[in-house]
């Protein structure tokens, strides 16, 4: 699965942002997807998980209640609303597909793309 990240951007303390996954030649309809960040100088970590039908979401504890994965299986895309971002996540977000087993996500296949940037300053 080839997948293409957007929506990323300069945004101050606070802000908010919308990042899109878009897949480039097939469905992700039957297909966890998993939103990844990686900080300069710092291991990429999972931020969120969505299973195919949407119905299940898995959130790292640093972003719940701050982040809302969603996906538009007719779209053919996965989105993560961000908001009251902070400095810490600043990084650069993918997405991924991922496996779905035991209502959990994991793990991941297919590669990585290139990501997009995300900078939270002032």
């Known amino acids: 699965v080839q997948l293409v990240e957007s929506g990323g951007g300069l945004v101050q303390p606070g802000g908010s942002l919308r990042l899109s996954c878009a897949a480039s030649?097939?469905?992700?309809?039957?297909?966890?997807i998993g939103w990844f960040r990686q900080a300069p100088g710092k291991e990429r970590e999972g931020v969120s998980c969505?299973?195919?039908?949407?119905?299940?979401?898995q959130y790292a504890d640093s972003v719940k209640g701050r982040f809302t994965i969603s996906r538009d299986n007719a779209k053919n895309m996965v989105f993560l609303q961000m908001s009251s971002l902070m400095a810490e996540g600043t990084a650069v977000y993918y997405c991924?597909?991922?496996?779905?087993?035991?209502?959990?996500?994991?793990?991941?296949?297919?590669?990585w793309g290139q990501g997009t940037q995300v900078t939270v300053s002032s």
């Open positions: 991924v597909g991922e496996g779905w087993y035991g209502h959990k996500c994991g793990p991941t296949f297919g590669s």
């Open positions: 969505i299973n195919h039908s949407g119905e299940y979401k």
């Open positions: 030649g097939r469905s992700l309809a039957n297909v966890a």
